[in-house]
Structures are given as structure tokens and as C-alpha cells.
């Protein structure tokens, strides 16, 4: 065998010795990499550049990311969106074209687009063994419960009009004295408020004078039935049966008579002064009654239509700290307030004491029984992004997907769901901006997708 044949066959050998002392990591490198190494921009998720080097867009240094395509960090499906158009009483019939409702007749109306995305998966995310080593989720099963929500308002006190009352002029006449000083103050039934020089009022003393002495000479019936009508005329203009009695024992009506209140309450407002003349009808005073208050609360729009009468209230009052009172809800207003978007509803509470007074401030708490029992998940599970609100949904301990909801009302922490879940589904509650996080990065959701005017998707 000549030399040059020597060291071929010790090199073929060499060869075959370093091939088969290879560990299977070794190996590996001779068969195609699964592993693609690319470099992208964080806040351009767009970029994808095989060297290291500056974002074209912010100029920030790329980050080296690694994707396995034998096993995929995100998938995405997507769902083309139809205009589709509904019945309006019955939502659930649809239709591709406008048309009319087959079960009612009336005209079909447009479906919202977002109620159109509500359970649809806008993104799938599959987690690699490394990244499940620092991915500790939490979950929630999607669940019925019966939700009772707290709406804190401001109220404000005002008086009550089923208590307001006033002291008129039952008959015409001229005040000579008035015995109420100022308004504010306290009166109370019995208590006499004015004199008052009535001609009307002395002639019908005088006429019931001479009745009473005619029935009690006569004893007839017919003089029996005027000194009647004569006492109840004068009763009926507020004057008191003890005083026309000593306007029969004196034998005359004196020119000023005494009006006495009928009504118990605070001098709201004071009309009568000496000298003022008034006519049948007008008042004297107008007076309100404390010992039961208004407090009237402004609900916001979007709780207005779940405000219901007889729904529990509770008051607490800056002037009487500690101190709550408790009512229910007795008035709605049937119209929202177009320049404020607010609903007036008022409660009434008892004010024995007198301590609380019209124009003070209340901080009311609203307590509201919702009807039914809807699906629930935590608020944490939603990710609000302002045009869509979506929750990550557990498929097995590797995957994930994103799906777009509807919701209702908050209740303590809790999200009631209108659409978009089903009862048992397992929403993440610890960990869902990770998996954003990580289908943004990849271009994962549908709109970025379209953004990147078909990007390769991993």
C-alpha cells in the first residue's frame, strides 16, 4: 500500500470514530433545527430581522427571540366577520341580508360587530417546558351566582311636601296683630297665629248669638237647625266652639278675633303682617313638618334602569357622624335628566329629634338585589382594552386562548358575562397579561395580524 493510500484510510477512520463517539446533542446538529432565531422590537412587534441591530422605527435595540415550530407559541384563528342582521324581538334569528323577520314581520336590524365577536378566539397561545417552569396561573370556573350590587350616591335633604302645610284665610279680613315673630319658628296645633278684623266673620258671631238665644226661648226645630248651620259655618272658618260660646255668655263678637293653627309644623314662610288684607283663600303661613324628611339621591345612566321602588337605602350624614338611617326607595323619577344623565329617586326618613335639616348633605349607600343568577368571573380575568374586553380561557396545562366577551354588571368584584363563556370554562385570573404579553409579542391577535399585512404567525 503506497503513502498516499495509507492516509486515506486513516483519515476515513478518524471520521468514522468521531462519528460514532457523537452524544446525541451532537447529533441533533446534523439534523434540521426546529428552533428559528429572529430579532424584534418590544414595542414593535413587527420587526423581524435575522441580524442584531436598532429598531428602523424607534431605533431601541432589538431582542433575540427563539420560537420552536415543533412546538408553536401561538396560533390564531380568525373568524371572518358578515354584516348579519337579527330580528329585533327575537335576537337569536339572523340573517346574511337584510330582510324581514320570518316570525313577527317586522324589520330586521343590524347586529352590532362586537356582538358579533362576543366567544369568538382571537388568539392561542401554547407555552414551551422553560416557560412553564415560571408560569404559575390562577383559575376561576365560570360559574352562576345571584349578584347584589352596592351604588354609592350623594343625596341631599329637602322637606317633605306630604308634610308641608299652610294656615289660610278662610274668610276675607284685615290682620290687627300677629303672634308668630319670625320664620323658623315652632308652632304647634292650637296655637293662635293671628287677630283678625273680619266684618264677614263678626256678622255670622252676631247672627249665631241670636240663634242661639231664638232655639233656646222657641226650642223648635226650626231654630234648632239655623243655630246649627250657624256653628258650623263659624267652625268652618277656623274659629274655635269655646270662643263663639263666650261671645254668647259676653253678649257681642269682639272686632278682632282670634285665628287659631290647625297644623303643627315650622314657619316656612311668613305672610302675614299688620295691616295686610287677605282674601278668602290666601295664606297666612306656610309651615313644614321635620318630623319626617326627603332625601333626594341623583343615580347615574347606567344605573338607572336597575333602580327599582322599595329598594333598600342607607344614610349616613356628615353632621351626625356615626349615626345611620335606614329607608326605601318610595319615588323614581320617570325622566333622566338630559344635561346632568342622572335620575332623581328619593327615600323618606323619620326626623323625631329634628336634628337633620332641608339643604344638608347625605352619602347614601344603594343596595340592589339583581334579578337572576347569571354566569360570573372575577374582574382581574378581563382584559379591558378599551374597543373589547377579553378573557384568557384555559384548554389544558399548556394552551391557552383569548376569547372576547360581553358584560354586564359589577357586583363586589365579580363581572356578570351577557355572552362570550360557557359554565365551567376556567378563566385565568393570575397570569392573563402574560399570555397578552406573549401573543402581542408574536403578532398573535387578530388585529395585529392585519396590522402586519400578514406577518408569519408562530
Not at 308634610?163 to 289660610?168: G, H, L, T, Y
Not at 252676631?206 to 256653628?231: G, H, P, R
Request: proline letters at 4%.
Amino acid at each position: 500500500m503506497n503513502k498516499l493510500g495509507l492516509i486515506l484510510l486513516l483519515s476515513l477512520f478518524a471520521s468514522l470514530s468521531s462519528c460514532q463517539s457523537e452524544g446525541p446533542s451532537e447529533k441533533a446538529s446534523h439534523e434540521h433545527s426546529t428552533v428559528e432565531t429572529y430579532y424584534t422590537c418590544s414595542m414593535h412587534p413587527q420587526i423581524k430581522q435575522k441580524e442584531n441591530g436598532k429598531c428602523p422605527i424607534c431605533h431601541m435595540n432589538l431582542t433575540k427571540v427563539e420560537v420552536d415550530s415543533s412546538d408553536s407559541d401561538v396560533e390564531v384563528k380568525k373568524a371572518p366577520m358578515k354584516e348579519l342582521w337579527a330580528c329585533k324581538n327575537f335576537p337569536d334569528v339572523t340573517s346574511e341580508a337584510k330582510d324581514v323577520c320570518p316570525i313577527d314581520g317586522s324589520e330586521m336590524v343590524k347586529v352590532d360587530h362586537y356582538k358579533q365577536m362576543a366567544g369568538q378566539t382571537i388568539a392561542k397561545v401554547k407555552l414551551r417546558k422553560a416557560q412553564l417552569q415560571h408560569f404559575k396561573p390562577d383559575y376561576f370556573p365560570v360559574t352562576k351566582m345571584k349578584m347584589k350590587k352596592k351604588v354609592r350616591l350623594l343625596g341631599t335633604i329637602l322637606q317633605s311636601e306630604d308634610k308641608e302645610s299652610n294656615i289660610p284665610a278662610r274668610v276675607g279680613g284685615r290682620v290687627e296683630k300677629v303672634y308668630v315673630k319670625s320664620t323658623g319658628s315652632f308652632i304647634k296645633v292650637g296655637d293662635p297665629v293671628i287677630d283678625l278684623y273680619s266684618p264677614k266673620l263678626i256678622t255670622a258671631g252676631e247672627e249665631y248669638i241670636i240663634a242661639k238665644k231664638s232655639s233656646l226661648n222657641s226650642k223648635t226645630k226650626e231654630f234648632k237647625d239655623i243655630l246649627k248651620q250657624s256653628e258650623q259655618r263659624l267652625k268652618l272658618w277656623g274659629i274655635k266652639k269655646k270662643q263663639f260660646e263666650k261671645w254668647y255668655q259676653n253678649g257681642e263678637v269682639p272686632r278682632s278675633i282670634t285665628i287659631y293653627s290647625p297644623a303643627t309644623g315650622i314657619v316656612r314662610k311668613r305672610n302675614a303682617s299688620v295691616g295686610k288684607y287677605f282674601k278668602e283663600g290666601q295664606d297666612f303661613f306656610e309651615l313644614s313638618d321635620l318630623s319626617e324628611i326627603w332625601v333626594e339621591m341623583d343615580v347615574y345612566e347606567q344605573e338607572a334602569a336597575i333602580v327599582n321602588l322599595g329598594q333598600d337605602v342607607e344614610l349616613e350624614f356628615t353632621s351626625l357622624p356615626g349615626e345611620k338611617f335606614r329607608g326605601k326607595i318610595d319615588f323614581v323619577d320617570p325622566v333622566l335628566d338630559v344635561k346632568s344623565r342622572t335620575l332623581k329617586i328619593r327615600t323618606t326618613i323619620e326626623n323625631r329629634s329634628g336634628k337633620l335639616k332641608p339643604g344638608m348633605i347625605a352619602d347614601a349607600t344603594l343596595h340592589i338585589d339583581l334579578e337572576g343568577e347569571p354566569l360570573v368571573i372575577p374582574r382581574t380575568a378581563v382584559i379591558d382594552t378599551g374597543k373589547r374586553k377579553v378573557v384568557w380561557i384555559k384548554v389544558n396545562e399548556k394552551q391557552f386562548q383569548a376569547k372576547v366577551i360581553q358584560v354586564g354588571h359589577e357586583s363586589e368584584g365579580y363581572l356578570e358575562v351577557k355572552s362570550g363563556l360557557m359554565a365551567g370554562e376556567e378563566v385565568v385570573i393570575e397570569g392573563n397579561f402574560l399570555l397578552d404579553a406573549q401573543a402581542q409579542l408574536f403578532g398573535g391577535y387578530e388585529d395585529m395580524v392585519e396590522n402586519q399585512g400578514g406577518a408569519h404567525q408562530h
